[in-house]
T-cell receptor
Framework: ETGVTQSPTHLIKTRGQQVTLRCSSQ?????VSWYQQALGQGPQFIFQ???????GRGNFPPRFSGLQFPNYSSELNVNALELDDSALYLC???????????FGNGTRLTVT | QKEVEQNSGPLSVPEGAIASLNCTYS??????FFWYRQYSGKSPELIMS????GDKEDGRFTAQLNKASQYVSLLIRDSQPSDSATYLC?????????????FGTGTLLAVQP
């Protein structure tokens, strides 16, 4: 059974650019969530997708958007990058909406 | 008041001792409670989930939930240096429609050999 995989592992972007982060859910999981973890903080909920539809969103601006594909893989897109977007971005999948989350290894984004 | 509060630590315990990690939450409607372990530079790893009042044991780990006091704790028996990590408490506020977890800032545990 493969776990949650994310790519890339590290990324450096310039302020104002756009970035796409990718995630493959654990086999059999139909729900994917994205979290942002700043240094020294706990992860913060960005949004969740269930069967290709967004079904929950945290306090993040519209320049944070996502997609879930029929094979339950997912993307997180961030437009007009700001310095404060520098963080570890975590993808997590679960078997069903209320099942425990299992996190991928994350993507470390640095915005300069 | 933060939605999920943890003491940031560091909590230092000697090898073989019991480590006690605590967490309080603000929303009485919370349904699900989780403990994650996060090593430095790594992603969170699920250790325990607990949904009803009382204790839940899994190996060296025991989670305790008291909904009346809005309190959840994690006990680690026979602590090992490999247990040194940040422990994140997470609470599901929605309890149904969305698996939105609210995390505390984490408690750094240091187990001294």
């Amino acid at each position: 059974e493969t776990g949650v995989t994310q790519s890339p592992t590290h990324l450096i972007k310039t302020r104002g650019q756009q970035v796409t982060l990718r995630c493959s859910s654990q086999s059999g999981h139909n729900t994917v969530s994205w979290y942002q973890q700043a240094l020294g903080q706990g992860p913060q909920f960005i949004f969740q997708y269930y069967r290709e539809e967004e079904n929950g969103r945290g306090n993040f601006p519209p320049r944070f958007s996502g997609l879930q594909f029929p094979n339950y893989s997912s993307e997180l897109n961030v437009n007009a990058l700001e310095l404060d977007d520098s963080a570890l971005y975590l993808c997590a999948s679960s078997f069903e909406i209320n099942s425990p989350l299992h996190f991928g290894n994350g993507t470390r984004l640095t915005v300069t | 008041q933060k939605e999920v509060e943890q003491n940031s630590g560091p909590l230092s315990v000697p090898e073989g001792a019991i480590a006690s990690l605590n967490c309080t939450y603000s929303d009485r409607g919370s349904q699900s409670f989780f403990w994650y372990r996060q090593y430095s530079g790594k992603s969170p790893e699920l250790i325990m989930s607990i949904y009803s009042n009382g204790d839940k044991e899994d190996g060296r780990f025991t989670a305790q939930l008291n909904k009346a006091s809005q309190y959840v704790s994690l006990l680690i028996r026979d602590s090992q240096p490999s247990d040194s990590a940040t422990y994140l408490c997470a609470v599901n506020l929605a309890g149904g429609a969305t698996n939105k977890l609210i995390f505390g800032t984490g408690t750094l545990l240091a187990v001294q050999p």
